[in-house]
């Protein structure tokens, strides 16, 4: 079967710094996204692995093991606005596999 | 904003209708895919077109149908609502079929079956 994993919530305070963990089992696999979503909004783009090691992005890092069917997305300096959903989704053949995503609470 | 648009926002039917969802991908892309996402939940992958044609399915039963138009706009149709069809319609376009390329999502339509 397919299956992605991710905690269901987080809180972390401003300014610290977060580590959301997925792992997923899927058929096929051509790369895994983090995308980012505010209540009520569309899903945002906010990173792409398709080979092992961490890829960075200002403030957001994203790490990804294909031999352990493992990512992790790293926020840094939280800030409030920070505060939404994270989702993470694994490409295989012609769809985005989808985790339940991660809610995170920021407290000031 | 993504240049993916979707209509209408926000939408009420009964239990039985038919409804018809619109998205216009993004200036470029050729391929667009369709998600359903339930409150709380990831989004589950209805389908994809890829030039007009349908280039892949997940698990949703034939009262799912969709179109894409020459222009790359695209439909989804859902006849005989249910309750569970109740969710967020998301749209999604990319510059070529399959899984492993970015996708640019649109704004969705708040579907509430009653």
């Known amino acids: 079967g397919q299956n992605i994993d991710q905690p269901t919530e987080m809180t972390a305070t401003e300014g610290a710094i977060v580590q959301i963990n997925c792992t997923y089992q899927?058929?096929?696999?051509?790369?895994l996204f983090w995308y980012q979503q505010h209540a009520g909004e569309a899903p945002t783009f906010l990173s792409y692995n398709v080979l092992d090691g961490l890829e960075e992005k200002g403030r957001f890092s994203s790490f990804l093991s294909r031999s352990k069917g493992y990512s992790y997305l790293l926020l840094k300096e939280l800030q409030m606005k920070d505060s939404a959903s994270y989702l993470c989704?694994?490409?295989?053949?012609?769809?985005?596999?989808w985790g339940a995503g991660t809610k995170l609470i920021i407290k000031p | 904003e993504t240049g993916v648009t979707q209509s209408p926002t926000h939408l009420i039917k009964t239990r039985g209708q038919q409804v018809t969802l619109r998205c216009s991908s993004q200036s470029g892309h050729n391929t667009v895919s369709w998600y359903q996402q339930a409150l709380g939940q990831g989004p589950q992958f209805i389908f994809q077109?890829?030039?007009?044609?349908?280039?892949g399915r997940g698990n949703f039963p034939p009262r799912f149908s969709g179109l894409q138009f020459p222009n790359y706009s695209s439909e989804l149709n859902v006849n005989a609502l249910e309750l569970d069809d109740s969710a967020l319609y998301l749209c999604a376009s990319t510059h070529s079929g399959g899984g492993g390329n970015e996708q640019f999502f649109g704004p969705g339509t708040r579907l509430t079956v009653l």
């Open positions: 077109y890829y030039r007009e044609e349908e280039n």
């Open positions: 899927t058929s096929g696999f051509n790369g």
């Open positions: 989704a694994v490409g295989s053949n012609y769809q985005l596999i």
